[in-house]
């Protein structure tokens, strides 16, 4: 017998920003404010109150709690004590994974679900590598901020780890909603998601995201921007973001695991030619397609 497992191939883009640790005195206030990216805190001790969309929730210790890009929010630590805390702002280019990241402005995960699974182990391991590379302690009260510059072992580890993070809390909110009947019991909720996935499926064979919202709208009797209202609030960005996003990826997969010519590249993505395409993939990674592909050392 002859059997082979496949994985299916995969080239996405992680985006890691403003993962920290850190330790605010009783009173402390962050105003309201958005991100591009969403947002992941656990409380470590103390207590935090969060405003978002009008709704005040208070973290405590072993809390986590998952803020969706683009929703305007501001916190404050309890008066009673200092309030130490982790927290990353990321961003996953994979679509089903935006999809369900984008179900809700926010979803809190009580210590009491969170110590079910890894979470409390893999703050603990990134806490441990925090200490590794931290300068010892003795500024006192006064405020104080130190980055860190992990080696890159470490690095991948703190990718790993923010991965393994996002799993799981999906994974958990995944349960509570399917235990409380959440996502079923709201038809705009619904009619969002099938919208969005109607969407998604059309941009995932096409380049021109005009022409498919609008077949899509015409398709589902709504106006153009409805459907890419709909969208972006399923899949936390706007159709064009999307495809952008895709043209991103495949191109990395291109450049990496193929020999093809940059002219044709450019055709498969849907740019007028290989300097046009050139000149977008600097702007999303700063960097020549030239210089992404990987170079293989002559044998002799």
């Given amino acids: 017998m002859d059997r082979l497992f496949h994985f299916p191939n995969m080239t996405q883009t992680l985006q890691v920003t403003g993962c920290h640790f850190g330790i605010k005195p009783p009173g402390w206030r962050y105003p309201r404010h958005h991100h591009h990216l969403y947002e992941l805190i656990c409380c470590l001790e103390g207590e935090s109150v969060h405003d978002i969309n009008r ?18 929010h501001e916190s404050a630590a309890a008066e009673s004590s200092h309030y ?48 590794r590379y931290a300068a010892p302690d003795t500024h006192g009260d006064v405020s104080w ?15 790993s780890y923010t991965l393994l993070i996002v799993r799981d809390v999906l994974a958990l909110i995944r349960e509570r909603d399917a235990y409380a009947g959440q996502a ?50 399923v899949y936390g960005l706007s159709p064009k973001q999307y495809v952008s996003r895709r043209r991103l990826s495949l191109a990395k997969e291109l450049l990496v695991t193929t020999n093809l010519p940059m002219t044709e590249i450019a055709e498969r993505l849907g740019f007028q030619s ?27």
């Fill in 84 to 131: 130490r805390f982790f927290n990353v702002h990321f961003d996953l280019d994979d679509a089903e994974v935006r999809s369900e990241l984008g179900i809700a402005p926010y979803s809190h995960i009580p210590s009491g679900s969170a110590s079910r699974g890894k979470l409390p182990f893999y703050v603990q391991e990134l806490e441990e590598m925090m200490r």
């Fill in 145 to 159: 901020r130190e980055e860190l510059n992990p080696r890159f072992e470490d690095r991948l580890l703190l990718q």
């Fill in 184 to 233: 079923s019991s709201k038809e705009a909720t619904l009619l969002a998601i099938d919208v969005a996935h109607a969407i998604e499926e059309r941009l995932a064979g096409s380049f021109h995201e005009e022409a498919t919202i609008s077949a899509v709208a015409e398709e589902l009797h709504l106006s153009r921007s409805q459907c890419s209202k709909l969208f972006s609030k």
């Fill in 55 to 72: 709704t005040s929730l208070t973290l405590r210790p072993g809390d986590w709690l998952l803020i969706k890009s683009g929703i305007r």
């Fill in 274 to 300: 290989a300097s046009h395409f050139s000149r977008q993939f600097r702007r999303w990674t700063g960097q020549a397609p030239s210089d992404y592909k990987p170079k293989h050392d002559g044998c002799s």
